[in-house]
């Protein structure tokens, strides 16, 4: 039924979408697009758990900070692991959205993407986080979903499209038709863990001991799935194990992809999985029109090729990776009535204030 308050207020507001990813939380607004991009950190204050810092320059204090300051990622795996602290980092990234609007605009409809393999409690948790934090109303969609929105394939037509989302927390796989998800994989192996691994290597090949930074820069500058036309090479710095003082080793990218291998392999392993599960008629869509390559793991070079080869079908890097789960949940709210089936079950309780 139509309601003019409803409209009114939809007039006048912001559509907010948010990827509330475990490396970064990106934020994409109606009409101005992706305007935040800020780390997921929250640094406080121990003892009063008072917020100090937020996003980037929470960031600039991971493993620099003192004995009474704590730098944490309130998300793990694509989850809320600290529900307070997740509610404070919403709060303060719909609240720099609305700096410098008419302070009178109404409050934000928020949408929230979410990995499709999270609990019931875990969506209830997000989407009281987001109405917690002055959304109007909160609605929730799964990564996948808003990824494929967000790369621009039709999600709601008769044919298949595949999309493989690969974040900090998870990597999400899912076959997508006439608005649902048929196939649908996830699993807790993506950015974080390449960074593990790549830390895990220097240690037992060298003895040299790296922060998460210095892994997450050599995955950037140097990471790879498929062999180079031209290899690389890059410095690590960090503690010598053996003689406890400083040391820089330089490594190659052959290195580097030896040192991704296992997750890579297990990313592989799941787009098999959920290609082998999908109906032939999907498949011939698939064969057609390619699969779909999303999120910040999409930018490791090779990883595309590698993927081709291994599945036998076309996958492309969507345009702007980074953004399409952010773009795609905002998308998703902008056309609600026609989106509102691929919303997940707890958007149903979604409240007007």
Known sequence: MFNPLDWLL??????????????????SVR???????EPSVVAIEKKTKKVLAIGHEAKEMVGRTPANIVAIR??????????????????????KVHDNVFMLIPRPRVIVGLPSGVTEVEKRAVYDAAL?????????????????????????????????????????VAVIALGGIVV????????????EDIINYARQKYNLLIGERMAEQAKIAAGSA???????????RGRNLVSGLPEEIEVSSVEIREALANSV??????????????PPELIADLMKDGIALAGGGALLRGLAERLSDETHIRVYVADDPLTCVAKGSERALENLEVMRKVLTSTDRGSTLH
């Open 10 to 27: 939809g007039l006048f507001s912001l559509d907010i979408g948010i990827d509330l990813g475990t490396a970064n939380t990106l934020v």
């Open 31 to 37: 009409d101005r697009g992706v305007v935040i991009n």
């Open 74 to 95: 309130p998300l793990r795996d694509g989850v809320i692991s600290d529900f307070d602290v997740t509610e404070k980092m919403l709060e303060y990234f719909i609240g």
């Open 132 to 172: 917690n934090a002055g959304a109007r109303e909160a609605y929730l969609i799964e990564e996948p979903m808003a990824a494929a929105i967000g790369a621009g394939l039709d999600v709601t037509g008769a044919s298949g499209n595949m999309v493989i989302d690969i974040g900090g927390g998870t990597t999400e």
């Open 184 to 195: 649908a994989r996830s699993v807790r192996v993506a950015g974080d863990e390449m960074d």
């Open 226 to 236: 498929y062999p180079l036309a031209e290899e690389i090479l890059f410095p690590l």
């Open 265 to 278: 392999n297990i990313i592989v392993d799941t787009v098999k999985s959920a290609v082998d599960d999908t």
